[in-house]
């Protein structure tokens, strides 16, 4: 009776066993390890700096040609003067513009600084470039006196090319006082179209 009853109670034992099954595992996600999160931002940097490299290289490559175009452009403005200078043949360019002045006066006026801005922007783009700033004046005043007003115009210019970053050994001067005036005309109109600094290459 004994054994019935055990063998009863081993079957309910069996049976209760078999009802509950084996526990299921849990499954944890995984997560990106902290080495492979360290790659992945390598890469992204690596990838960054190869981007940057690229652009940087471009952006050198457009600017060369961006520079030989502009040569290009000032060797074709080049033109010989019909007058030579003191030294001899000398060179003029439509892209390096003359500043005028007022009666009797050598200073610079804002509308003129602004050409002189640009005239220095390009010669800086050609350092071997020398140029030559000529003082002019209109025929009223003693020759001396013009000499002498013609040569601090051109001074006055000079001054203000080597203030925005020109070398002054790229720079001379001269003054022709009323000399060589652009037109012979004897009014104001023609006197105000030769008060100017003229603006001529010695060398390339």
């Known amino acids: 009776m004994v054994r019935k009853s055990l063998s009863v109670v081993i079957l309910i034992l069996c049976f209760g066993l078999m009802l509950t099954g084996c526990p299921k595992k849990t499954v944890l996600k995984e997560e990106p390890s902290v080495k492979r999160a360290e790659e992945l931002a390598a890469e992204r940097e690596r990838a960054a ?32 003067k019909k ?7 000398v060179l003029e360019s439509k892209l390096l ?10 200073d610079i006026r804002p509308e003129d600084a602004e050409i002189l801005r640009e005239n ?12 030559q700033i000529e003082g002019h004046c209109d025929e009223r005043g003693t020759n001396e006196y013009n000499l002498a007003l013609g040569e601090r115009r051109a001074n006055s ?6 203030s925005l970053g020109m070398r002054a050994d790229q720079i001379s001067t001269i003054s022709y006082g009323e000399e060589k005036p652009l ?12 008060r ?3 603006f001529i290459i010695l060398s390339k």
């Open 49 to 80: 700096k190869e981007k940057e490299a690229r652009e940087k290289e471009l952006a050198r490559i457009r600017e060369e040609e961006a520079k030989k175009a502009r040569e290009k452009d000032f060797e074709k403005s080049l033109v010989a």
């Open 157 to 162: 210019a000079k001054k203000y090319l080597i």
């Open 97 to 106: 513009k003359d500043i005028h002045f007022d009666f009797d006066k050598y």
């Open 120 to 131: 220095a922007a390009l010669l800086k783009k050609h350092p071997t470039v020398k140029i």
């Open 83 to 89: 007058e030579p200078g003191i030294g001899g043949e």
């Open 196 to 198: 100017i600094d003229h």
């Open 183 to 194: 037109d012979p005309g004897y009014n104001e109109e023609a006197w105000a179209k030769n």
